[in-house]
């Protein structure tokens, strides 16, 4: 525990009292909704001491609790204890949501803060219409954590840098031209976007401000009719980039100033902007005499499905990747059998190497999750230099680790056996892997969405009475965000919208399992959707598995596989040999072979 979590938290309080504010809401985001924050906005985790990426604190003079879900139980129980925090455990029987919460505590003419800068357009008014229930009403003005936050780091300033066109495959000109053309379609003059994974697509753009994701913080106004302006740190770009950007009628303005255009945007004007993207505090700059046209942005379908050109980088970048995971993974296993002292922390820097060693790798496309034995129970376990298990040659390596490269972004996960295992977790490995490859054999109709198909990945395990608790399958972006929406696999939810399955979307394919104390499994493939064929009931699509790097079947129960499913693996292993040995020689290339060889009948 972080022994100043406590008097961060009595300082919070007291700020809320002089402000006569009874409630302070601190959720995880950034001016652009970012699902992984810049240090200057990881208010949360400095308040609680909890770094899970997921979860939202809300603060009254006598509680004070951290929402977050069934991937983050145990970390956040670990790192809340003592410090005032409790644990408030979202979608499990008889736990409210943080709003329901916090609607019962009030009462009429409290104040509840939460910064503008932290929450979206269409989450204030939602949050204003449950308060306003309960008589109490919102502030956004108000940044209590920020005002007691005397080293809150500053804005990152990493250099911005152009996205080769031979790996961007399209314009920045052609981009925005689709991106007008879909504008006049909804009649508005203007277009303002926030979130910087859209950015980045749109102007063929990459940075560093965001660990693991190359992005840059930006907001983008575009005019309907020629010329747009990227709101940035201008000392991030050098001038040959500029001299790029405004021949392609794009203008480059100091990051703060996005909220001073917006209130010039001309009486009359219509702005399209996304709810769900934007946060309150730059949409209160907009001007009463601007018509706001609400919808998601058109770039953030455009980029979810990739052309043929980005779907060829992609396929080599991936043979790239399942080469150097043959490798890394070879060596682990290599330096165990040697009875070499080894670490979760050496599993990272193993991996990491192996990968860096590419061509074309950028780096991580996020933290490596290397969880042995019961920390694989833990879906978003990290290892740290205070908090690590050492290796021994027996048991289940749970580990799920991407990287990023010019032609792509890579994200899996394979369980090993580092020695030997028992039935249960050979079972259930198995009983995970049976799921995943349901799903990878999916075949769909056009307009199908991925909350249909995610109960064919929990099949298996529901009939044994288990399940797990995140989504089956998040989109991947094109050396870009890792989690990219808008499609995804997932259980359905009330209200939530189902995105149909394109041909060009990349998803994961993840289903795992999950029992405290004793171990994780999870195994995870990349897949494209793809034409299938054409019935009398019309056009279906099936996944194209991406991902090539061979499953430990030492890990496995493979009595427990139908014809089919063996089959499938077969085919699967014999795709990864041929992909991968001309890459990999010697040593590796022999543990490929090996892993990679047929089952036996």
């Given amino acids: 525990m972080n022994t100043l979590i406590p ?33 200057h906005w990881q208010a949360r985790a400095w308040l609680s001491g909890f770094t899970g990426s997921a979860g939202t604190l809300v603060v009254t003079a006598r509680h004070a609790g951290l929402w977050t879900d069934s991937r983050y139980f145990s970390q956040a129980e670990r790192q809340l204890d003592g410090t005032g925090f409790t644990l408030m455990k979202l979608r499990v029987p008889h736990t409210p949501e943080h709003l329901q919460w916090l609607a019962e505590q009030l009462h009429g003419g409290d104040t509840v803060a939460v910064a503008g800068d932290s929450v979206p357009l269409a989450a204030q008014r939602q949050m204003e219409n449950l308060l306003g229930e309960a008589g ?36 920045r000109a052609d981009k925005f031209a689709r991106l007008r053309s879909a ?23 990459r940075g560093s401000d965001v660990e693991c994701n190359p992005v840059f913080l930006a907001h ?12 940035t740190g201008r000392t991030k770009l050098d001038d040959r980039t500029v001299a790029a950007l405004a021949a392609d009628g794009i203008t480059v303005a100091d990051y703060a100033t996005v909220t001073d255009a917006l209130a010039s945007l001309p009486a009359g004007s219509a702005l399209l902007l996304d709810p769900g993207r934007v946060v309150s505090a730059i949409a209160a700059a907009i001007p009463v005499t601007v018509q706001r046209i609400e919808a998601a942005n058109p770039s953030t379908a455009f980029k979810a499905v990739k052309n043929a050109d980005e779907l060829d980088h992609i396929r080599e970048v991936m043979r790239r990747d399942g080469a150097a995971l043959a490798h890394a993974f070879h060596e682990i296993e290599h330096q165990l059998g040697e009875g070499k002292p080894l670490t979760e ?25 290397a969880g042995y034995q019961a920390n694989g129970a833990m879906p978003h376990y990290r290892a740290t230099q205070e ?37 249960e977790q050979k079972r259930d490995a198995t009983l995970v892997l049976k799921g995943m490859i349901g799903l990878s054999r999916a075949r769909f109709p056009k307009g199908a969405s991925g909350p249909q198909l995610d109960a064919l ?11 797990y608790g995140h989504g089956t399958g998040h989109g991947v972006g094109y050396f870009l965000n890792v989690h990219e929406g808008p499609q995804s696999i997932r259980p359905p939810v009330t209200g939530g919208a189902l995105v149909p399955l394109e041909p060009g979307m990349i998803s994961s394919i993840e289903p795992g399992l999950y029992k405290p104390g004793r171990h994780g499994i999870r195994h995870e493939n990349l897949a494209v959707v793809v034409e299938a064929e054409q019935t009398e009931f019309g056009d279906y699509y099936a996944f194209e598995t991406l991902t090539l790097c061979p499953f430990d079947r030492r890990a496995l129960d493979i009595s427990l596989l139908n014809p089919d499913e063996r089959a499938w693996l077969d085919d699967y292993h014999a795709g990864v040999r041929a ?23």
């Fill in 7 to 39: 008097a961060r938290l009595a300082a919070l309080r007291q700020a809320m009292q002089q402000h006569g504010v009874a409630a302070c809401i601190v959720p995880s985001a950034d001016p652009h909704l970012s699902e992984y924050l810049p240090e």
């Fill in 136 to 171: 109490a009403r919102l502030r956004t003005d108000l940044d209590l954590p920020g005002e007691i936050w005397t080293d809150r780091p500053a804005l990152p300033h990493a250099p911005i840098t152009e996205h080769a066109l031979a790996y961007a495959c399209t314009s």
């Fill in 183 to 205: 504008m006049r379609k909804r009649k508005a003059t203007h277009h303002l976007v926030s979130s910087v994974d859209d950015i980045a697509w749109l102007t063929n753009l």
């Fill in 220 to 231: 983008l106004l575009v005019s309907a009719d020629a010329g747009a302006t990227l709101f």
């Fill in 345 to 369: 922390l050496d599993v990272h820097r193993l991996v990491h190497a192996a990968r860096a060693a590419q061509p074309d790798f950028v780096g991580e496309s996020f933290a490596t999750i």
């Fill in 387 to 423: 908090s690590h298990s050492a290796l021994k040659a027996e048991g289940l390596l749970l580990i799920d680790s991407g990287g990023q490269y010019l032609g792509g972004t890579t994200d899996i996960t394979r369980v090993l056996a580092l020695g030997p295992v028992t039935a």
């Fill in 457 to 467: 990945a929990r099949a298996p395990l529901w009939a044994d009475g288990m399940d």
């Fill in 579 to 601: 992909a991968l040995s001309p890459l990999l020689d010697g040593a590796d290339l022999a543990w490929l072979t090996r892993h990679c060889a047929p089952l036996a009948s």
